[in-house]
């Protein structure tokens, strides 16, 4: 009998180990609440910059590439670069490819020099990193 109770309880055990490493290892993609008010907010600040010249439409792009990958890093996403965190959590956004063109035209003005980005590359890009967010819940 005490056997039995012995080899119960090691089974016991043995899965609640099995649980905690399953939760440790796809912890990282359950989703938390996100502060939406403070990424509305945000958002209208990044509209009214896009507004704003060539340089307002060049800072309205990254500061919503930035605001994207604070979304997903809310919400424990993991990866050590927005990259990463895009490659590893594909399936939660509806037009990937869109915001995968968007976050390259962020790199081109982060890393380029004497880049123009038009009103119209301004526009698509922000359309699509809004939808990013909006496939989060963050908008």
């Not at 912890?27 to 502060?35: C, E, N, P, V, W």
Request: glycine share 8%; hydrophobic share 40%; aromatic share 6%.
């Amino acid at each position: 009998m005490e056997q039995a109770i012995l080899t119960l309880f090691a089974i016991i055990f043995g899965l609640i180990v099995i649980a905690a490493i399953a939760m440790k290892i796809f912890g990282g993609t359950k989703r938390s609440a996100l502060d939406t008010e403070r990424y509305r907010s945000t958002w209208k600040t990044i509209e009214t910059q896009s507004r704003d010249g060539a340089s307002g439409r060049q800072l309205a792009v990254v500061n919503a590439d930035k605001l994207l990958d604070a979304a997903m890093r809310d919400l424990g996403y993991r990866g050590q670069t927005m990259g990463d965190r895009l490659k590893q959590h594909r399936t939660s956004f509806s037009d990937l490819n869109g915001i995968w063109e968007a976050h390259k035209l962020r790199n081109r003005i982060a890393h380029e020099t004497g880049i123009e980005v038009t009103a119209r590359d301004t526009d698509k890009a922000l359309a699509q990193l809004q939808r990013g967010l909006k496939d989060l819940g963050a908008l």
